[in-house]
């Protein structure tokens, strides 16, 4: 999974691999985040948004599974 820099107050790095459908997300803070069965488009719609920390808290935080990676 390639992992690109975002411009963001809240997240660093974002990532996606649509085979499985998991989102990969690095806060500023270092923390890693996987989220499954996240559809493309909604990927595509976050690095496409003009506040990717907003997009992220109001359509995906809550609303996909998720685990934190060590």
Do not use: W
Not at 17 to 41: C, I, M, N, S
């Amino acid at each position: 999974m390639v992992l690109k820099k975002v411009s963001s107050s809240l997240l660093d790095y974002i990532g996606y691999e649509p085979t499985v459908q998991v989102l990969r997300v690095v806060f500023k803070t270092g923390a890693h985040y996987e989220y499954e069965e996240v559809p493309q488009d909604v990927y595509q719609q976050c690095m496409e948004s003009k506040s990717v920390g907003a997009f992220f808290h109001k359509n995906i935080k809550n609303s996909y599974t998720f685990k934190k990676m060590s």
